[in-house]
């Protein structure tokens, strides 16, 4: 009989695409999004869709022998502008999940977690995981208080958790509304032929990762008995500047963000993709599909 792999927000930009290849690879899977942010429309046809807030997941009834938990509150800004709803989603409905699963004796409960959020500015580059966790938001907080409840449930119920810590993720179906994909916001604005505004002098830099590459951790993940957490990034530093200049958007210079992390830079095994042709393949999915 197939496995059967339960994928919270696996409508949304990253869970869609881990989704696909658990569908490829032969496994049953159930999705369970509230469409907060995804959209149906990235969902498999292939895998069942529930659409349900992760704080009230029918796990009694859904039996998954692994699970995928990819839902959160992905917004920074409004975690620091609203972090009891941030902490609400991502601390509480994570531990929901985790008590759950550890009962239903779940074989591998898989966390996405963040590299960026929760090292803080770098005290030495690339950080590898061994760096300190310095979260400077209620999101980071958020994800590194989880990373303590797997490392619980895993210790203490046998419940074998493990995170995955991810750089700046980019890549098709990712959504240019928010503020968090600055990919997707220049790859948009690039296709309106608008500018696209870079906060500050630009000289910020972050790790890009092309999400195929963030699957292909999860499902490394998903046969191993790794405990993490495991960054999944690609030891390369790219400022924004640099960034635009790549994907040919013109721009301007607005304000800089109070409190924006400066660096950031994860020391990986994951990375294969060359920023160059993820960006071509994530230009070319937005000149088709929006
Ligand atoms: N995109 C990145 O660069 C990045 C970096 C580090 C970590 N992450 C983490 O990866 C995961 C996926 O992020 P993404 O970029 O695909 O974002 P996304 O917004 O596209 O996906 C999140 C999904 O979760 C759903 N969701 C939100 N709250 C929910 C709730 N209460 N109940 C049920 N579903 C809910 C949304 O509708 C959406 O489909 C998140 O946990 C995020 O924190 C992302």
Not at 53 to 60: E, N
Not at 138 to 162: M, Q, S
Not at 163 to 189: H, M, T, W
Request: overall charge positive; some cysteine; aromatic content about 8%.
């Amino acid at each position: 009989m197939a496995k059967h792999v339960l994928v919270t927000g696996g409508a949304g930009f990253i869970g869609s695409h881990v989704v696909d290849a658990y569908v490829e690879r032969g496994w049953r899977v159930t999705v369970v999004d509230d469409l907060s942010t995804g959209d149906r429309r990235n969902v498999n046809p292939r895998a069942s869709f529930i659409e349900a807030d992760i704080r009230k997941v029918p796990l009694d009834e859904i039996r998954p022998e692994l699970i995928s938990h990819h839902a959160a509150q992905m917004d920074v800004r409004r975690s620091v502008d609203d972090p009891l709803f941030d902490a609400n989603v991502n601390i509480l409905g994570s531990l929901a999940l985790l008590q759950k699963a550890a009962e239903l004796g779940v074989k591998r409960f898989i966390f996405a977690s963040t590299g960026g959020a929760i090292y803080g500015e770098p005290q030495f580059a690339p950080q590898t995981e061994q760096h300190p966790t310095n979260p400077v938001s209620p999101y980071g907080c958020a994800k590194l208080a989880v990373e303590h409840y797997l490392n619980y449930f895993r210790v203490v119920h046998g419940l074998p958790t493990v995170a995955l810590r991810y750089a700046n993720v980019y890549g098709p179906r990712q959504n240019s509304k928010g503020e968090a994909g600055v990919v997707a916001i220049f790859a948009d604005r690039l296709r309106k032929s608008e500018k696209a505004i870079i906060n500050g002098d630009g000289q910020q830099t972050r790790d890009f990762v092309y999400v195929a590459d963030v699957v292909a951790a999860n499902m490394k993940v998903t046969e191993s008995a790794d405990a993490g957490p495991l960054n999944v990034g690609t030891g390369v530093e790219t400022s924004i500047n640099a960034l635009a200049k790549l994907i040919g958007v013109r721009t301007e210079h607005g304000p800089a963000k109070a409190g924006e992390q400066r660096r950031s830079v994860l020391a990986s095994q994951f990375g294969r993709t060359k920023l160059a042709d993820g960006l071509r393949e994530t230009l070319a999915w937005f000149n088709r599909s929006r």
